[in-house]
């Protein structure tokens, strides 16, 4: 049941040319604030961009060394033309260092169609009129690419089909709050990442396929000390494995490649541009985003919810928006006696050895 998840994340650029193949337009999108649902409405299919296990050559000579190497990574495989299956690409604003990767692809790369949305970092009625005037903007960019009319039938379709998508995302959460899980958290990343990189309808039936059989489930997650893993993007599995085989269960999490991305619903009731684009405008902000009481209000609903004993912050190295709104987080979780430990990641992880040593250790401290 698991594996088919973790086969579409393995595959996912083999699956893309599959579709792509099949007559279907494929566009990349590099954040979870991207408006997906105006893409699968205009028939195309989106794909999160994500950084692959090589070794990163090309990138390094356009990107300085002090870039995340995340973007240094997805960058690299763009020159490599892993991504040249792509009809058109998506740059929300959410850090500078996207907002120059969206100038530098531009140029370097040459995706049929390059988009940028702003999503805007303060929380004020004026930025919200500007957010609704921003994706009509969007919209009416995608109709003269592809030179069709994006209807208010097909805008109401998606919205059903992601917001059907994003309730069964959170049905499988749900499982997590057992006392033994039915879910492991490596398992979750996968299934979360995969709904990323496939089509929603498609997604769906899998996701309704896992909710029925679980429950027959005999190979269960190990119990352990139960973990939220707080960051960004996470698509290697491999530090989520160490805490967890460390002696960790993470139950739940708060990442752009987790909760973030599905948590919040599009109002089916509202007008659907405007519904659209409230939803990514309110949806429980990133550190890219102002303010961070929001994000903190999420967090500390899953520590209550999810009887978390631990947070491990989980952050990409030279990722400024993160890293600084970690103080503000541990402090907020240290008043009410929530232990942290904060992890620096590079693209390919750091030594096992002393990061299985330090997680180890704050286990037993805990303990």
Not at 158 to 186: C, F, M, W
Not at 275 to 281: P, Q
């Amino acid at each position: 049941m698991i594996e088919v998840f973790e086969n579409l994340v393995t595959n996912r650029h083999v699956n893309a040319l599959r579709w792509k193949n099949s007559g279907r337009k494929i566009f990349g999108y590099f954040c979870s604030y991207a408006p997906e649902e105006i893409i699968h409405a205009a028939g195309i299919i989106p794909v999160r961009v994500m950084g692959g296990s090589d070794a990163i050559t090309l990138a390094d000579v356009h990107l300085p060394s002090y870039v995340c190497s995340f973007s240094r990574s997805c960058y690299d495989l763009g020159l490599k033309d892993v991504y040249n299956y792509l009809d058109g690409v998506v740059f929300p604003y959410t850090c500078d260092t996207i907002v120059s990767l969206y100038n530098i692809w531009r140029k370097d790369i040459k995706t049929p169609y390059v988009g940028f949305v702003d999503p805007l970092c303060a929380k004020r009625e004026t930025s919200r009129k500007y957010f609704r005037e921003e994706i009509a903007r969007f919209r009416v960019s995608l109709e003269k690419f592809l030179e069709k009319e994006i209807s208010e039938d097909c805008l109401e379709n998606s919205i059903e089909i992601y917001n059907e998508n994003r309730k069964l995302l959170k049905k499988v959460y749900e499982l997590r709050k057992n006392s033994i899980p039915l879910i492991s958290g490596v398992e979750a990343l996968s299934i979360v990442s995969s709904s990323m990189l496939a089509p929603k309808e498609e997604h769906s039936r899998l996701l309704e396929n896992l909710l029925v059989k679980i429950s027959e489930r005999e190979d269960v997650p190990e119990p352990g000390l139960r973990i939220l893993v707080s960051g960004s993007v996470i698509y290697d599995s491999e530090i989520l494995k160490m805490i967890e085989d460390a002696g960790g269960l993470i139950v739940t999490d708060d990442l752009c490649t987790g909760t973030r991305y599905f948590w919040d619903m599009v109002n089916p009731k509202a007008s659907p541009l405007v519904a659209i684009a409230d939803r990514y405008y309110e949806r429980i902000p990133c550190p890219c985003n102002y303010p961070p009481e929001k994000r903190l209000e999420h967090i500390m609903n899953l520590v209550k919810d999810f009887k978390v004993e631990a947070v491990i912050f989980v952050l990409q190295k030279f990722c400024d928006p993160h890293l600084f709104d970690y103080p503000f987080m541990e402090d907020r979780l240290k008043e009410v006696e929530i232990p942290t430990l904060l992890i620096e990641t590079e693209h390919v992880t750091s030594p096992i050895g002393p990061l299985k040593t330090r997680i180890e250790a704050f286990f037993e401290t805990i303990q």
